[in-house]
């Protein structure tokens, strides 16, 4: 008996810290269908959950061990992170990254207008039209949408699972692309949308990328 409580013990303290309450906080988002905006296409999507917040630096490194981000900061995002290892963080804590489409539901917090908290832009929910060098920020700082969800306007644009199909020019062959979405510090207000995309190679490291987990 005693042996196994010390073999129970010792896996236990091989565990990742982040699976005993140092990993984001999810949110379940509900199963229902889902409208597209940018192809006005109504789906179905079954009910999944996302971290509310971006991972950070330190839980990333926890988990990953050392990192070169750009710029430092314990919570802030972490960034200069491939589609392959943000991938492979989250597969480690049993997870995975959010598809385009999860992305924009968990994103728009079941509302209907441009940003999802209203019409306009607004600075009390996210960071946008920073300098470069001054970088971005601390997550959770602004306000949630409607499901609890920080940053996913502006920040950090974020990974997703979704590949962007396109082929090369010279090769024909299918290029190694991921779409990342949501705007970052340093882009216009018309680029933090719910729906605000572009595709970027899977090895990118960019000073204003990160992402956050689905399960």
Known sequence: MLRNVISILMLIALLPANLFGKAPEMALIPAGEFNIEASNRLIHLDNFYIDKTEVTQQEY??????ANFSFKGANHPAEQISWYKAASYCKKLGKRLPSQEEWE???KGQTKTKYFWG???DAAYAWYGGDYDLGHHPVGQKKPNSFGLFDTSGNVWEWTSTADAKLSE?????LDKRVVMGGAFNVSANLITPNSRMSLYAKSRLFNVGFRCAK
């Open 61 to 66: 490194k926890e988990v990953m061990g050392r």
């Open 105 to 107: 539901k968990a994103a």
């Open 119 to 121: 019409k306009k832009p």
């Open 170 to 174: 010279y090769s024909g062959e299918t």
